[in-house]
T-cell receptor, first 115, second 110 residues
């Protein structure tokens, strides 16, 4: 049973560039959430995708955008990178069972460094 | 007030003792509560989830939920050095957003 996978593992970009991160959910899952985790902090919710639509968004600027494909995989795009975007980006998948009860499983994460 | 708060101070636990990790949350409409373990350089790993008031036990772990006090805790019995990690409390609000605390880092001394 394949777990959540993410690519790439590590990425180094410079300020102003754009980046795309990818995620494949756990087999049988249909919902993907993205999180940003700064060093020493808990993960911060960016947004969640279900049925190819963004259905909830956290407190992140429009520079952060995403997409979900028909096979449930997802991408996170970040434009005009800032130094403060350096973080571990986590993808979590779950099976939609209505608001309040789905359990999320995390991928290994992508470490983004912005120079 | 932070939405999910955990005691972040150093937590030293003798090997074999019980580690007690606490978490409070601000949204009374929160429905689901999770504990994740995260080793340094790794991603969070689900330990337990709890939805109803009371205790839930799984192996050496016990989660306790008190919605009236907006409090959830995790007990780790017979603590081992391998339990030294960051434990993240996560709370699912009435929508689809999950909010994480900053984590508690118990250090189990052999």
């Amino acid at each position: 049973d394949a777990g959540v996978t993410q690519s790439p593992t590590h990425l180094i970009k410079t300020r102003g560039q754009q980046v795309t991160l990818r995620c494949s959910p756990k087999s049988g899952h249909d919902t993907v959430s993205w999180y940003q985790q700064a060093l020493g902090q808990g993960p911060q919710f960016i947004f969640q995708y279900y049925e190819e639509e963004e259905r909830q968004r956290g407190n992140f600027p429009d520079r952060f955008s995403g997409h979900q494909f028909p096979n449930y995989s997802s991408e996170l795009n970040v434009n005009a990178l800032l130094l403060g975007d350096s973080a571990l980006y986590l993808c979590a998948s779950s099976l939609d069972g209505g608001a309040g009860t789905d359990t999320q499983y995390f991928g290994p994460g992508t470490r983004l460094t912005v120079l | 007030q932070k939405e999910v708060e955990q005691n972040s101070g150093p937590l030293s636990v003798p090997e074999g003792a019980i580690a007690s990790l606490n978490c409070t949350y601000s949204d009374r409409g929160s429905q689901s509560f999770f504990w994740y373990r995260q080793y340094s350089g790794k991603s969070p790993e689900l330990i337990m989830f709890i939805y109803s008031n009371g205790d839930k036990e799984d192996g050496r772990f016990t989660a306790q939920l008190n919605k009236a006090s907006q409090y959830v805790s995790l007990l780790i019995r017979d603590s081992q050095p391998s339990d030294s990690a960051t434990y993240l409390c996560a709370v699912k609000t009435g929508g689809f957003k999950t909010i994480f605390g900053a984590g508690t880092r118990p250090f189990v001394k052999a």
